[in-house]
């Protein structure tokens, strides 16, 4: 599904790396337990840790587009497609501001079902200068519309809450001091979080992460919480558990509220609604 190596791309993308839910039962949760869930999710994340996403075969690119002011797409590479089109403008969708702002570059590839590409990302994003990203959607996993949009929004995350690699070091290091300099919201999901390398950061189970992709390190921890603060409704205040705790922060900051309330309003609250069943995980 959604991946964690953020990546460089083929030519100029540089390289890189739900509380209870109000509406969601979880009657729509499949007999999978968690635990089963967490396994298999960890095997797969251990076998592409190290891998490296622009290993990716280049004929499997169907394009890459440099993003263009007022969000328009030219393409540099491959052919451009309506479908192509279509996703970017799902993508459009997901974000307040024009993507512009975020992206520079925007490529889909397709990898034909093969053992040796499964574990590969299904998304990815990685710097392309300060602040800026190279996004990358491999339609060749997308089984679904709603799958599909769980990636962009993962995806988009992971430029919403951008993590500068100096706190990845002082996360390696079990460091707190000097934090570099990011977003407030970042700064503090780090110190509350990811400071205390001892702390709940390394534990994993239903309790701490959305997802144990959310494990592997505090951009997918962000990206993932940030999918399920999306996805799922808001939880109790009297749910103590760590990863109620990390959605009620971003229920208590205005701006990612309005901008969940813009998403709502843009895809129709029945479609996400109806997205929460395939990923019954996140609303857990
Ligand atoms: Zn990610």
């Known amino acids: 599904m959604l991946f964690y190596i953020r990546c460089a791309l083929f030519l100029l993308i540089a390289l890189a790396a739900p509380l209870r839910a ?5 009657e729509s949760a499949p007999s999978q337990s968690w635990s089963k869930y967490v396994e298999s999710e960890l095997k797969k994340i251990e076998s592409k840790r190290y891998r490296h996403p622009a290993l990716v075969n280049v004929p499997s690119l169907e394009a890459l587009y440099k993003v263009l002011p007022r969000d328009k797409l030219e393409v540099e590479i491959g052919t451009e497609s309506p479908r192509h089109q279509e996703i970017w403008q799902g993508l459009r ?6 993507l512009n702002r975020y992206l520079t570059s925007f490529a889909i590839y397709h990898r034909q079902d093969s053992a040796k590409t499964k574990d590969d990302p299904m998304a990815f994003v990685t710097e392309t200068s300060p602040h800026m990203f190279g996004m990358a959607i491999d339609l060749g996993y997308a089984k679904s519309e709603a799958q599909l949009l769980i990636a962009l929004l993962h995806e988009y995350g992971h430029v919403l809450f951008p993590v500068p690699f100096e706190m990845l070091q002082l996360i390696a290091a079990c460091e707190s001091d000097d934090v570099p300099f990011t977003k407030p919201f970042v700064v503090n999901f780090f ?3 990811w400071a205390d390398c001892y702390g709940p950061a390394m534990e994993m189970n239903e309790f701490t992460h959305a997802t144990p992709h959310a494990r592997i390190n505090i951009g997918e921890d962000l990206a ?11 939880p109790r ?3 103590r558990r760590i990863i109620a705790d990390k959605r009620r922060m971003m229920w208590h900051d205005a701006d990612l509220v309005s901008r969940r309330a813009l998403i709502y309003r843009r895809l129709g609250t029945r479609y996400i609604v109806e997205m ?3 990923a019954w995980y996140y609303c857990l």
């Open 276 to 278: 929460r069943s395939p």
């Open 22 to 26: 109000e509406e969601t039962t979880l």
């Open 224 to 234: 993932e919480t940030w999918t399920s603060f999306i996805l799922c409704g808001r």
């Open 93 to 98: 969708k997901l974000s307040k501001e024009p």
């Open 237 to 239: 205040e009297e749910d």
């Open 191 to 193: 110190k509350k979080y």
